[in-house]
């Protein structure tokens, strides 16, 4: 189980935030391993590996669930996201995209099982 913190500073996007925390949360390990200490082969690391991510963000119904999958080279991805995160006063850029003067930011729980 890992976490990650992703913030989207201009933009206010939800799903950037998402990727960055998951990003964020997956790079502090390998699973690159797995065929070898589990003895899987390449086609046996999609069946056996079970990724659950959750990211907490202030509006999770704006949440692009399949980029967030995109975070994750291996196994069988599953996000939910949910009502959380921080949204707080930020700077305001037009030419950065910036919608209002916030910054959005997420926090990402990833768990991997192996079955």
Same mark, same amino acid.
């Given at each position: 189980?890992?976490?990650?913190?992703?913030?989207?500073?201009?933009?206010? &996007? @939800? #799903?950037? *935030?998402?990727?960055?925390?998951?990003?964020?949360?997956?790079s502090r390990s390998c699973l690159i391993g797995l065929n070898e200490v589990c003895g899987f082969s390449q086609e046996d690391v999609d069946d056996n590996v079970l990724i &659950? @991510? #959750?990211? *907490?963000?202030?509006?999770?119904?704006?949440?692009?669930?399949?980029?967030?999958?995109?975070?994750?080279?291996?196994?069988?991805?599953?996000?939910?996201?949910?009502?959380?995160?921080?949204?707080?006063?930020?700077?305001?850029?037009?030419?950065?995209?910036?919608?209002?003067?916030?910054?959005?930011?997420?926090?990402?729980?990833?768990?991997?099982?192996?079955?």
């Amino acid at each position: 189980m890992e976490f990650g913190l992703g913030l989207d500073f201009h933009g206010q &996007d @939800v #799903t950037k *935030a998402a990727v960055k925390a998951s990003k964020d949360a997956i790079s502090r390990s390998c699973l690159i391993g797995l065929n070898e200490v589990c003895g899987f082969s390449q086609e046996d690391v999609d069946d056996n590996v079970l990724i &659950d @991510v #959750t990211v *907490a963000v202030s509006r999770p119904e704006e949440v692009d669930e399949e980029e967030v999958r995109k975070c994750f080279p291996v196994g069988k991805v599953t996000v939910h996201a949910v009502k959380g995160g921080l949204k707080t006063d930020g700077l305001y850029f037009t030419r950065f995209e910036d919608k209002d003067d916030s910054i959005e930011a997420c926090l990402a729980c990833v768990k991997v099982e192996i079955k």
